[in-house]
């Protein structure tokens, strides 16, 4: 039998973020500004600069036997943890690419350079962790650093567009996992604040409300 529930009868206002940007940006200060109570699994070793906020718990991330840890950090969070925090922070995604694929590297046959097979083992580690931890009845935010490429639109005009780095792969999947995606920029006015609607130049999306950008610490309402 399938279990049918109408729209309007949906009450979950947890949603799945992913925060992108350049290193020293402000990706990682900007989990100061989310309302509740907030876990931070730190993998690239940036937490510092959340020193003294009471409502953050920080998890250090084993970054050199990192593909067992993460399994097992992952089986951990559902059983023992799942409605104990309202948001959830992986910092970042890029770095854990990295970590995962530098460990099974190690573990090979190609003097810590990793095959072609640990990529694909990565590649779906990172999808799965992403589908296993919506379910935990959080915010999950995912931040990554920011690269770019040459993008042609369908008229034949280039354009230099900034997307999170996260491997090629499986780019489409884990943005399509996602309900938003910002881009955090700097203004004239030395503002830190998100890109929430894609252009030519940015990916960016925002499936919650129709803000095109917001400030910094307007990420996460109060209240979600």
């Known amino acids: 039998m399938l279990e049918i529930i109408n729209a309007a009868d949906i009450q979950t206002d947890k949603a799945t973020y992913l925060i992108y940007g350049p290193p020293g940006m402000g990706k990682t200060s900007t989990i100061k500004f989310i309302p509740g109570k907030t876990l931070v699994l730190d993998v690239d070793r940036t937490s510092r600069v959340l020193k003294g906020f009471n409502n953050i718990d920080i998890v250090y991330v084993d970054n050199t036997n990192t593909w067992d840890y993460w399994g097992k950090l992952i089986v951990d969070l559902e059983k023992n943890y799942k409605g104990v925090y309202d948001n959830i922070v992986v910092d970042n995604i890029s770095e854990l690419e990295r970590c995962l694929l530098s460990d099974l590297g190690s573990k090979g046959k190609n003097k810590g350079v990793p095959s072609q097979g640990d990529y694909q083992y990565m590649q779906f ?37 900034a997307f999170p780095q996260i491997n090629h792969k499986i780019l489409n999947n884990v943005l399509g996992l996602c309900d938003v995606v910002g881009r955090l ?24 409300d129709d803000r095109k950008g917001c400030l910094q610490s307007e990420l996460i309402p109060s209240g979600t």
């Open 185 to 208: 920029l700097i203004n004239a006015e030395g503002e830190r604040g998100f890109i929430l609607s894609a252009t030519n130049s940015t990916y960016a999306k925002n499936q919650l």
């Open 125 to 161: 580690r990172i999808v799965n962790s992403l589908r296993y931890m919506k379910n935990l009845g959080a915010n999950l935010i995912w931040t990554a650093w920011e690269t770019s490429d040459l993008f042609t639109d369908s008229s034949g005009q280039q354009y230099n567009r």
